[in-house]
């Protein structure tokens, strides 16, 4: 008898059962492969945009994977770094190899927490809530909640070519008898497809020819203690030409997307190589991120190089790259459909509607992505833990934490095709930078007992400090001096030429730290971390207060109505975003935001166009 029993040990199931046990409840974490813990099915990296948010707010409550990520790190980049704070996100290109096996030792390691590699056949259910599990072994181990965690596995079918092979990882069984068992029990099932790129073996490789990538030393990556690093690598940029599209056009008779022998929706900002070269006819060069898989990089990941194509075509297509000519491949891709779950059916706690104490996280809820499915799994284990404690259930905001802008859109619009998360998604994106993650999800993180006193009250107080030195920021006025604009001269900024506040000047774009120590020398005594997160509220202080009014304002915003005869075809909105509109037809705004893939910038441009119609 366990407290929680989780089903599953990718990155969801990993970080449910690490969290579960942390909070004290007795688990069992049942896998195929031990061996496989939190394995990394497709690329190597970890973070990105909006999922390096998603990261951050992990590494708040003390998550398993910026541990992780950090520690197994071999190349850091900052993207987006041209533009602004909110819509930066860090990504870590990591060691696999690394990865997964520190995943494995941890979590065996760990208190409260048995491990055991067995195929979970079936969920044990009474009076309609489940009870426990049952597996191929005819064990059955019973819980007081079940957090299912399959991935891809779950009737998991491989395509390769016009080949066709049952399984949920490459070189591992599918789980075909629990797919089964969930939609008896009243699930609504659904197929979703994903796929992987060839690796490529290093010694074949012409790297002389390609764009190289270094890694960014500045960027400190998730966790909020500076980790030890390994040897850090380069990545590369390769194009594709049109060659490449020629040998991929030539073959679209032989890819299973095409012919009809995939059923299942793939991810839509992800395609493969062939979907692109067909859905981007007239672009002659695409892309190719080459990407070291391990520290001792003797293969490489071609990331944006995704296919099913036979295995033969996947060389002649590779090989007419420029650097590859003499490339081997070390694993082809592949595309893979596996059963998932309509999101719709879930409580905000995660819980299932339908079964009651079966909690579902990751592939199984139609997310694409490492990222997505830890958050979920790290939600899954907390709402699950509060609920065996009676307590109520921990749902963040949308204007708190980009897990909750996930989270929400999943079990309020539902998705028919695997959902990725963008910052666009987000309309409070201001208020949710990937630096102020442990400031708002301190408390949360310190009330499920993942975080400790003393560290929960060291950022308490680095917060009321940032939040003193912007008062007294916006509280100090200043007015065209000698001596102030000699100053302003000194440190390389403008002159002042009317009254202002201090916090406007700090709110330049030229601003540094040392800039700031000069214009403020009472703040000498706080640390880089501080410094830099006053340097960004100040920058951001006007538009935040004009977002925390939006929040205030969206209620009133959605019940706007959209007019019968409105033409949807108009200036901003995305192609998907249209054709959806138009196939929807919803009556007002709130049914506009409630329809998958419609984000908050869409919403947003449709009130424009609304009142100039008016």
Known sequence: MY????????????????????????????????????????????????????????????????????????????????????????????????????????????????????????????????IGVKTELDKSYYAKKIILC?????????????????????????????????????????????????RINAKSINFSLLEIQESDESVKGFNLKALPRIKQLPCYIAHTNTNTHTIIRSNFDKAPLFTGQIKGVGPRYCPSIEDKI????????????????????????????????????????IRSVKGFENAKITRFGYAIEYDFFNPQDLFHSLESKIIKNLYLAGQVNG???????????????????????????????????????????????GTNEPYRMFTSRAEFRLLLRESNAIFRLNKYAYECALRNEEEYKYYLNLQANIKSALNQLCNTNVVPSKVFNELLNSIEEENISQPTSLQKIIARSSMTRQKLLALCPQFSTLSEFELDEILLEAKYFHYVKLQEQNIKDMKELLEIKIPKDFNFNISGLSAEVIEKLQKNKPENLFEASKISGITPAAIDILQIYIKLKA
């Not at 859905?279 to 944006?304: C, D, M, V, W």
């Not at 921990?394 to 996930?406: C, F, Q, S």
């Open 150 to 198: 399959a991935g891809t596995f779950l009737n998991g079918l491989i395509h390769v070519g016009l080949s066709q092979i049952k399984s949920g990882r490459v070189g591992e069984i599918s789980a075909s008898k629990l797919g089964d068992n969930l939609e008896n029990l009243g699930l609504n099932r659904k197929r979703l497809k994903t796929g992987t790129c060839p």
């Open 3 to 130: 407290d929680i029993i989780v089903i599953g040990a990718g990155h969801a199931g990993a970080e449910a059962a690490y969290n579960s046990a942390r909070m004290g409840k007795k688990t069992l974490l049942l896998t195929m492969l031990v061996d496989r813990i939190a394995a990394t099915s497709c690329n190597p990296a970890i973070g990105g945009l909006a999922k390096g948010h998603l990261v951050k707010e992990i590494a708040a409550f003390n998550g398993l994977m910026p541990i992780l990520a950090d520690t197994s790190a071999i190349n850091f980049k900052m993207l987006n770094e041209s533009k602004g704070a909110a819509v930066q996100g860090t990504r870590v290109q990591i060691d696999m190899d690394e990865y997964n096996l520190n995943a494995k030792n941890i979590l065996l390691n760990m208190d409260n927490l048995d491990i055991s590699q067995e195929l979970v056949d079936e969920i044990l259910v009474k009076d309609n809530a489940a």
């Open 367 to 413: 997310t694409t992505g490492y990222e997505e499915a830890a958050a979920q799994g790290l939600m899954a284990s907390i709402n699950a833990a509060l609920a065996i404690d009676n307590k109520e259930p921990l749902i963040l905001r949308r204007d708190e934490a980009y897990i909750g802008v996930l989270i929400d859109d999943l079990v309020t619009k």
């Open 278 to 317: 067909n859905r981007f006819a007239s672009k002659e060069s695409h892309h190719l991120f080459i990407e070291p898989q391990t520290k001792e990089a003797n293969e490489y990941y071609i990331n944006g190089f995704s296919t099913s194509l036979p295995f033969s075509v996947q060389e002649d297509m």
